[in-house]
């Protein structure tokens, strides 16, 4: 019945009424949250068109309910279909610690050359937080998301790939790593940085954002994070520069006075920004940062806004687009009809919102800060409120469907 989204050569989309999006449960919780989440978008969207427009979703394999059913983690058909269909969103998916499968979640954005990982941490009234004024707390983290040492290039301690490769480094480098060490490699190239802090900066432009940071940690990995804040900068120049001015600038022409329409681009240390970012949130606005540090931000920053059930995001590429929440399986809690389905609710909101359907996506927003302040939430949230009643992820997610309806 449904029809595929499409896309043209300038980049914008073309959405039909019906438009067929794939999914994947994912593993862990991935059921729970994906069932709370799929009812309150397709109640969001008959709410808001009256029945005009409805999403046709489509599951496709991925993960343990995939190795299941066919013995394959990530089948070639999941990825040829998300193409196809250009929009779809995801569950979180188990990665064994020390061992077994590399990252299936690593792999998808790999694959599909998602290569902005977009993490927005915005406060909701009256979600409970740990933070004076969370008021100020609006920021949106662009994380590189297909290399760095996240790619998983490593070899074991004691493979021959190993020694091999410490020898090399001793005889051609002259560097001295301890024997059986394991290797990671760190790869951080000019290219897939300059079209993430240029995705960024677009992104700043668009939202109304005065400032990109640069997080890196160059002044102990130049050449690979030093780097990235020097490619960062050129691209802005080359781009941006009738938009953007460094913070330099900023105080030796502007006397520290942002001219109207400028957007700032400054960098920062990445450890000392983790406190800035908790004492002075409003300084910051769009943070661009290599795969790594985005994924220890975006965990830490979610803190800010209610934790990692408030968290969405997505993953953007020029061909297609992968939504999911920042979190991972939980799987202490698979299964039990118990974590805040939010994070993976708010990453259909910014899917709908990429799709141009505002209404559907602002009534989620309105409907989830709707049932939280009438007391309805989840027991991450219940147990930052005194006299909060705990109530399951689906009790939660019908909440959050009669909010929308009395909004
Ligand atoms: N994109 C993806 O698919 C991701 C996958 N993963 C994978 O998930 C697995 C588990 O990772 P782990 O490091 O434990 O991190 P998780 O994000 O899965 O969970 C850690 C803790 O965060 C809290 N939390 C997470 N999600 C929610 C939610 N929806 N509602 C309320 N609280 C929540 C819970 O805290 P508390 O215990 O305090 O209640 C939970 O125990 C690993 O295999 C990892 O690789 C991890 C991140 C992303
Ligand atoms: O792929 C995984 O298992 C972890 C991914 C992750 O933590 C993230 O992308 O934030
Ligand atoms: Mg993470």
Same mark, same amino acid.
């Given at each position: 019945m449904g029809e595929k989204i499409t896309k043209n050569s300038d980049g914008t989309l073309n959405i039909p009424d019906t438009p067929i999006i794939p999914f994947i449960e994912g593993d862990g919780i991935g059921p729970d949250i994906w069932h709370a989440a799929r009812k309150v978008m397709d109640s969001a969207i008959e709410i808001a068109y009256g029945g005009k427009k409805k999403a046709e979703w489509l599951e496709v394999d991925a993960g343990e309910k995939s190795y299941k059913k066919n013995g394959e983690w990530l089948p070639e058909?999941?990825?040829?279909?998300?193409?196809?269909?250009?929009? !779809?969103?995801?569950?979180?998916?188990?990665?064994?610690?020390?061992?077994?499968?590399? *990252?299936?979640?690593?792999?998808?954005?790999? &694959?599909? $050359?998602?290569?902005?990982?977009?993490?927005?941490?915005?406060?909701? $009234? =009256?979600?409970?937080?740990?933070?004076?004024? =969370?008021? &100020?707390?609006?920021?949106?983290?662009?994380?590189?998301?297909?290399?760095?040492?996240? !790619?998983?290039?490593?070899?074991?301690?004691?493979?021959?790939?190993?020694? #091999?490769?410490?020898?090399?480094?001793?005889?051609?480098?002259?560097?001295?790593?301890?024997?059986? #060490?394991?290797?990671?490699?760190?790869?951080?190239? =000019?290219?897939?940085?300059?079209? +993430?802090?240029?995705?960024?900066? &677009?992104?700043?432009?668009?939202?109304?954002? #005065?400032?990109?940071? +640069?997080?890196?940690?160059?002044?102990?990995?130049?050449?690979?994070?030093?780097?990235? *804040?020097?490619?960062?900068?050129?691209? !802005?120049?080359?781009?941006?520069?009738?938009?953007?001015?460094?913070?330099?600038?900023?105080?030796?022409?502007?006397?520290?006075?942002r001219p109207e329409g400028k957007i700032i681009i400054k960098d920062r240390i990445a450890d000392m920004l983790f406190q800035q970012v908790l004492l002075r949130p409003d300084e910051y606005g769009v943070i661009a940062t290599p795969n790594l540090n985005g994924d220890y931000i975006s965990d830490a920053l979610a803190a800010q806004v209610g934790g990692l059930g408030m968290a969405p995001g997505a993953n953007i590429g020029d061909e297609c687009a992968v939504f999911e929440a920042t979190h991972g399986t939980a799987p202490k809690y698979a299964g039990l009809d118990k974590v805040n389905p939010s994070s993976l609710i708010l990453s259909g909101a910014m899917m709908l919102d990429y799709m141009g359907w505002h209404e559907a996506a602002t009534l989620i927003r309105d409907g989830i800060a709707a049932t939280i302040k009438a007391g309805t939430v989840t027991y991450d949230l219940a147990r930052q409120i005194s006299g909060a009643t705990e109530k399951k992820c689906s009790e939660f997610a019908d909440g959050i469907v009669s909010s929308m309806k009395s909004l």
């Amino acid at each position: 019945m449904g029809e595929k989204i499409t896309k043209n050569s300038d980049g914008t989309l073309n959405i039909p009424d019906t438009p067929i999006i794939p999914f994947i449960e994912g593993d862990g919780i991935g059921p729970d949250i994906w069932h709370a989440a799929r009812k309150v978008m397709d109640s969001a969207i008959e709410i808001a068109y009256g029945g005009k427009k409805k999403a046709e979703w489509l599951e496709v394999d991925a993960g343990e309910k995939s190795y299941k059913k066919n013995g394959e983690w990530l089948p070639e058909r999941t990825l040829e279909t998300i193409r196809e269909y250009v929009v !779809a969103i995801k569950g979180p998916m188990t990665t064994p610690v020390g061992k077994g499968i590399r *990252s299936l979640n690593v792999a998808i954005r790999q &694959k599909l $050359d998602l290569y902005a990982c977009v993490r927005p941490v915005k406060y909701i $009234d =009256p979600v409970p937080n740990p933070m004076k004024h =969370p008021e &100020k707390v609006d920021m949106v983290i662009f994380r590189e998301n297909t290399e760095d040492l996240y !790619a998983g290039i490593e070899w074991e301690s004691g493979s021959e790939e190993a020694r #091999s490769l410490i020898a090399f480094l001793k005889e051609r480098m002259g560097t001295d790593i301890a024997p059986e #060490s394991g290797i990671g490699i760190k790869p951080i190239s =000019p290219g897939n940085t300059k079209r +993430l802090v240029a995705s960024a900066i &677009k992104y700043a432009i668009e939202q109304g954002y #005065s400032s990109v940071t +640069l997080m890196h940690k160059g002044n102990i990995m130049k050449f690979t994070e030093g780097a990235f *804040s020097t490619w960062g900068y050129a691209v !802005a120049k080359e781009q941006f520069a009738d938009r953007v001015i460094t913070e330099a600038e900023l105080y030796e022409k502007y006397d520290g006075v942002r001219p109207e329409g400028k957007i700032i681009i400054k960098d920062r240390i990445a450890d000392m920004l983790f406190q800035q970012v908790l004492l002075r949130p409003d300084e910051y606005g769009v943070i661009a940062t290599p795969n790594l540090n985005g994924d220890y931000i975006s965990d830490a920053l979610a803190a800010q806004v209610g934790g990692l059930g408030m968290a969405p995001g997505a993953n953007i590429g020029d061909e297609c687009a992968v939504f999911e929440a920042t979190h991972g399986t939980a799987p202490k809690y698979a299964g039990l009809d118990k974590v805040n389905p939010s994070s993976l609710i708010l990453s259909g909101a910014m899917m709908l919102d990429y799709m141009g359907w505002h209404e559907a996506a602002t009534l989620i927003r309105d409907g989830i800060a709707a049932t939280i302040k009438a007391g309805t939430v989840t027991y991450d949230l219940a147990r930052q409120i005194s006299g909060a009643t705990e109530k399951k992820c689906s009790e939660f997610a019908d909440g959050i469907v009669s909010s929308m309806k009395s909004l």
